[in-house]
């Protein structure tokens, strides 16, 4: 068996591994999508917080291959994704349905713990959600970045009927695009400079999209007030710049983009004088994986224009390259076991 190891700044290698053994309280997945995740390319292109030495891997589907013996409710041969956060389930965090905050943060598959680029991954079974038999293996390996969409738009506390502006068309950004749609906006703008982008963008829901430098377009299609929430899906100084440029008075900023560089804050006087709230949020909880799961069942989000390309886990290296140096096409990349 072949795995994927994360070993420190811009060093990705495929390396031979071990098939699993699993504990009471496990099931054994064979795994057949990994999708690569932004936070991966992260740690590839700074060194961390990633632990090297450590099977990549967090967005991730497969089918259930051998079942613990205390595991009652799961049977092999169904049809899986993980919720791949790792909580103690002690803490105040995780004792209020907010695992996300757990004081473990960062905890997880993939991470600290080994994941799922390889063929067979042991995982404690109370972190498995069943995919619905409409729910596509790529699916599956999506529900992830797309709870990290839905916790954003449920946090920002977006109200039906109202408008909202995101910056930044990667996948995450993409998706909030959709759950905005499925939630009833009004209209939905985009910025984003890369025209492939763009494009995807429009397909998947946006109302008009906007290159950055054109930001105050967007304040005259809202009558001069600017949008009610922006989502800030880049983590840049600039970014966040103009999100309090174009936000309206009174409106909400969520941060859901995470950078490496320190963020620089330029007209923070506009938070105060224009009663602008700003939110960060970071990853979902348990509820909110099983309603992305849910979203997909019900057909209200597409992933496919959002996959730009499908590789080998020997691919993986080469890939990660091209990732680690924008700009680049390349949006969602599965990587396919099947």
Not at 37 to 53: A, F, I, K, N, R
Not at 148 to 171: D, K, M, R
Not at 232 to 253: A, H, M, P, R, Y
Request: hydrophobic fraction near 40%; proline fraction near 4%.
């Amino acid at each position: 068996m072949k795995v994927a190891i994360f070993e420190g700044k811009e060093q990705i290698v495929i390396k031979d591994g071990v098939k699993p053994e699993i504990k009471s309280d496990e099931v054994l997945i064979q795994v057949k999508k990994v999708g690569i995740c932004g936070s991966d390319v992260g740690s590839y292109e700074s060194g961390g917080p990633y632990l090297p030495g450590k099977i990549i891997g967090h967005e991730f589907s497969g089918e259930l291959v051998e079942i613990g013996e205390y595991v009652k409710k799961l049977k092999e041969g169904m049809r899986v994704t993980v919720n791949p956060q790792i909580p103690c389930h002690e803490c105040y965090y995780c004792l209020h349905a907010q695992e996300n905050m757990c004081k473990l943060q960062n905890y997880s598959l993939g991470t600290t713990e080994d994941g799922a680029m390889r063929e067979f991954l042991n995982v404690k079974a109370e972190r498995v959600h069943v995919l619905p038999d409409n729910v596509t293996f790529e699916e599956g390996a999506t529900v992830e970045p797309l709870s990290v969409a839905v916790y954003a738009v449920e946090q920002s506390g977006f109200q039906l009927g109202q408008n909202a502006a995101i910056i930044g068309a990667g996948p995450i950004g993409l998706m909030i695009i959709q759950v905005l749609r499925s939630a009833g906006a009004n209209k939905i703008y985009v910025i984003e400079p890369v025209e492939s982008k763009q494009k995807i963008a429009l397909e998947v829901g946006a109302d008009k999209v906007f290159l950055p430098k054109a930001w105050n377009k967007i304040v005259r299609l809202t009558g001069k007030l600017g949008p009610d929430h922006v989502y800030e899906c880049v983590g840049l100084s600039s970014t966040f710049t103009t999100s309090l440029q174009l936000i309206k008075k009174g409106g909400n900023i969520t941060l859901i983009g995470m950078h490496a560089k320190t963020l620089e804050i330029n007209n923070i006087l506009l938070m105060t004088t224009n009663n602008i709230s700003v939110r960060g949020v970071y990853g979902y909880n348990h509820d909110i994986f099983k309603t992305a799961i849910n979203l997909y069942a019900q057909k209200k989000i597409t992933v496919d224009p959002l996959i730009t390309k499908r590789i080998r886990l020997e691919q993986v290296p080469e890939m990660f390259k091209v990732l680690g140096n924008p700009p680049h096409d390349e949006l969602k990349v599965i990587v396919d076991f099947e």
